[in-house]
């Protein structure tokens, strides 16, 4: 009985690894897409400056992106704090 729930606490812990790597991965795809996507609102806001009262729609499509991967890169961190935490014990 022992040996069976040594094992499955093995089971358990590599499972935990491999979704906190597929966290990490995920997180920093995420992260490497926001860059992307601040440099190019950077590009646009340089080359078309536009007033704040008439933001192009590129400018208010890249503002609404960036808005979401902010929301998913903060919600998979959390994620990854978590599973690490549980995987410390």
Known sequence: DLREALAGERRAGASLRNKAEELEAELLAVTRAHQEAVRRLEELEASEPASADSPTRA?????????TMTRERNELAAELAVLRAARSK
């Open 59 to 67: 400018d208010e499509a890249l503002a609404a992106d960036l808005e």
